[in-house]
């Protein structure tokens, strides 16, 4: 049996945690051009987005709660636990947070998290030296601070997806992908051929399978 007891109106629960993880955010994040401010102000609308329907209050069930109460009339779509949309949809009977979307967001929040951590270490050695970043994560993807950013975030959606952070995800990915661009302009500017063999080698946001297993890529 999982809890059907409604957990909403909990501000401080919303005020809490979205000053937890944005705080989290903006320690590797650290945000200096007004584009990056405007992409981590977006960044941090999502989480607010996301716990003030999560504690607060859930438009989304409000929204759909007609067709949600017609297709699926056995369950309280009022209670905390059925916020775990897709558990419910997909018939998940007990607790929702030993149900597969939940441990799956899970893994995703805390490998995008871990994949964060590391890159950002890695970065702030080759910075203080004065060298272009290319080991560690660097080794498998151009970017994967912003690569952790976006699995943090697709797992928040899996976990508790609502209207709100669906329509935001794709804006944010692509100010993420934007501003891996103008990073690489003047990455280009600052270390030349350098910077133009590591993109030739590695990939932007998505490893090869032969550098993540370890074998030897094949020929061009």
Not at 109 to 135: E, S, V
Not at 153 to 172: D, K, N
């Amino acid at each position: 049996m999982h809890d059907t007891s409604s957990a909403y109106g909990l501000w401080g629960y919303v005020l809490v945690n979205a000053v937890v993880f944005i705080a989290f955010a903006f320690s590797f994040a650290r945000p200096k051009t007004p584009r990056d401010w405007r992409s981590f102000g977006v960044f941090s609308a999502f989480l607010v987005a996301l716990f003030a329907e999560m504690y607060g209050f859930p438009l989304t069930i409000y929204v759909l709660s007609g067709w949600l109460q017609s297709r699926f009339p056995g369950i309280d779509w009022f209670s905390h636990d059925a916020g775990h949309l897709l558990e419910m949809i997909f018939g998940w009977k007990t607790n929702p947070h030993f149900g597969p979307f939940h441990v799956l967001s899970s893994v995703l929040i805390g490998a995008g998290f871990w994949l964060t951590a590391a890159a950002w270490k890695t970065l702030y050695a080759a910075q203080r030296a004065d060298q272009l970043a290319t080991t560690g994560a660097y080794a498998y993807v151009r970017h994967p601070q912003y690569v952790g950013f976006v699995l943090v975030l697709l797992g928040f959606l899996v976990q508790w997806p609502t209207l709100l952070t669906l329509a935001m995800f794709p804006l944010l990915v692509v100010m993420y992908v934007r501003l891996a661009r103008s990073e690489e302009r003047e990455a280009l500017a600052q270390f030349g051929e350098t910077y133009r063999a590591y993109m030739a080698r590695v990939p932007a946001f998505v490893p090869r399978w032969a550098a993540l297993t370890g074998r030897p890529a094949a020929p061009a």
